[in-house]
C-alpha cells in the first residue's frame, strides 16, 4: 500500500532536513492553482504506535501561561515519547512574523518550547494572525535552517502509515478576512483570487483522502468547524469543507482559533471535533453550545495529546499544571 502511494507522490522522510528544503523551496514556487498536496513521511514507532501532542495560538513571548504550557507540553511528551507536534496555528501574535528577520520566531518558539521533548518535529499551519503579517516567512527554509523542528506549509499530508493527517490551510475560507479586514493587511500573496484557492484546496484534498488507506483519517485546520467558544461555528468550513471530511469518513478534525480546549462530537456522522487552542491567551468567557453534542469544554490554557494505534485512538486534554482534564478513547471496528 505505501508502495503505491510512494509512485503517485513526492515524498520525503521527516528526518531528511536537506531533501525537506528542496521540497519546500518546490512547494514556494507554485502558483495557486495546482495539483498534490505535499507528503511527508513520519513513521510510527516499532511497536505500531504513535503519540503527538496538539497546540495552538500561542506566540506571546511567553505570557499569558505559554511558557507554562510549554512546560507541561514537555513533561507529558517526555511521559508519552512523542513523535510529533501538531501545531494548528496563529503562531506569532498578534500579526504573524515582519519577515524571516523577525526576532519573535526565537522569542515565541526557540527560547520557549526548549523540553528536550519537543525537539521533535513541529507540523505547522498558519492562522489568521500569521497572514496579516509576512505569511511566506513562516513557510521559508531560512527558519528551518535556525529550526530544523519547524516544518510549515500551507496545504500538506503527514503520512504515518496507521494515521494520514492532512493539514488544511483555514484563513483563506473565512470571507470577512477579506471583504471586511478592519485594521489588519492580509497576506493573500499566492493565494488571491479567494475562489480559485479554496476550489483547488478542496479539490486536492478530496483527492489526498480518496487516496489515503490509513486506518485513522485526521484533518487539521486553524479554525473551528464547531466550537462552542468566542468564535463559535465557522460557517464557511461547514459549507465548504465538512461535506468532504463527510464523504471519505474522517475521523478527527483539529484546530485552535478559540482560545480553550473543547471536544464536540458530530450528530450524524463518526467525527470528533477537537480544539487546542489554549496555547497562551484565553478566558474569554463566552460559552454558546451548538446543536452538536459537546463533550467538553475547559475557557483556559492547555494543549492535548493523542496516542494512536492501528486500531486504537485515545486523546487526552491538560491545563498548565498537567492535571488531565477531560479523555476520550476509540477502538476501530468495535461496531
Ligand atoms: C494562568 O493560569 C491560571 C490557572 O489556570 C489562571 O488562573 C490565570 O488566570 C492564567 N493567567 C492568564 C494571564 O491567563
Redesign the pocket.
Known sequence: MAASRAARTPRVSAMAPAALIVLLAAVAALPAATAEMPRLVHPPKADGSLTLLAVGDWGRRG???QS?VATQMGIVGEKMDIDFVVNVGDNFYKNGLTGVDDKAFEESFTHIYTAKSLQKPWYTILGNHDYRGDALAQLSPVLRKLESRWVCMKNFVVDSEIADFFFVDTTPFVLKYWTDPKKSKYDWRGVAPRETYIANVVKDLDAALKQSNAPWKIVVGHHAIRSSSQHGDTQELLQLLLPTLKAHGVDLYINGHDHCLEHISSRDSPIQYLTSGGG????RGVFTPNSDKLEFFYD??GFMSMRLTKAEAQVAFY???GTVLHTWGLTKGAH
Open positions: 505570557a499569558y501561561n507554562q497562551s491567551k484565553a478566558w483556559g490554557q491545563d498548565i499544571a
